[in-house]
T-cell receptor, first 112, second 110 residues
Framework: GESVGLHLPTLSVQEGDNSIINCAYSNSASDYFIWYKQESGKGPQFIIDIRSNMDKRQGQRVTVLLNKTVKHLSLQIAATQPGDSAVYFC???????????FGKGTLLTVNP | EADIYQTPRYLVIGTGKKITLECSQT?????MYWYQQDPGMELHLIHY???????EKGDLSSESTVSRIRTEHFPLTLESARPSHTSQYLC?????????FGPGTRLTVT
């Protein structure tokens, strides 16, 4: 089955630095990946997604990189701000349905 | 901002009580999901529905049940709450692969 995990459970950065959050997946058939941000007391919010036919996708201050060879994806946040402090989850789509499998999450703390 | 709502936001209830967690969305999404999430942990899918009168169990076994009589409404019911049901319950909906989440219901069973 699908297994999605994160390399580091916590990440602490200084305001203005770039942040990189990593995620590994095990199912080479996964074809869609998504990053969510979850602030305390709230539900997950969509950040960015990427399909397996792409290696990179950019959004506003965020970039997702996908390396299918080693089954790894990362979320890069440029010029990290205190408002970026949250738990970040990656998720992968299983097979031919719409279910997502979530990883454990990384807690990002931005120090002023 | 996604238009998906969950009530109540917080619920403290005694063992043995029957409870229903409400979830509604106004986006017309055909797919809806329930996840269970313990603090600081990943989301586990407990139920999902791809349309009216269609429900399936998710990857995590749960004693809860769901129904989907209307497109916009996907309530979750626990017939007899137990302390082991204490958790956060998140509802989501989607048209495609991207899921939109509600704010969650934090359930505590004493």
């Amino acid at each position: 089955g699908e297994s999605v995990g994160l390399h580091l459970p916590t990440l602490s950065v200084q305001e203005g630095d770039n942040s990189i959050i990593n995620c590994a997946y095990s199912n080479s058939a996964s074809d869609y990946f998504i990053w969510y941000k979850q602030e305390s007391g709230k539900g997950p919010q969509f950040i960015i997604d990427i399909r397996s036919n792409m290696d990179k996708r950019q959004g506003q201050r965020v970039t997702v990189l996908l390396n299918k060879t080693v089954k790894h994806l990362s979320l890069q946040i440029a010029a990290t701000q205190p408002g970026d402090s949250a738990v970040y989850f990656c998720a992968a789509r299983e097979g031919s349905n719409y279910k997502l499998t979530f990883g454990k999450g990384t807690l990002l703390t931005v120090n002023p | 901002e996604a238009d998906i709502y969950q009530t109540p936001r917080y619920l403290v209830i005694g063992t043995g009580k029957k409870i229903t967690l409400e979830c509604s969305q106004t986006m017309g999404h055909d797919k809806m999901y329930w996840y269970q999430q313990d603090p600081g942990m990943e989301l586990h899918l407990i139920h999902y529905s791809y349309g009216v009168n269609s429900t399936e169990k998710g990857d995590l076994s749960s004693e809860s049940t769901v129904s989907r009589i209307r497109t916009e409404h996907f309530p979750l019911t626990l017939e007899s709450a137990r302390p082991s049901h204490t958790s956060q319950y998140l509802c989501a909906s989607s048209r495609g692969y991207e899921q939109y989440f509600g704010p969650g219901t934090r359930l505590t069973v004493t």
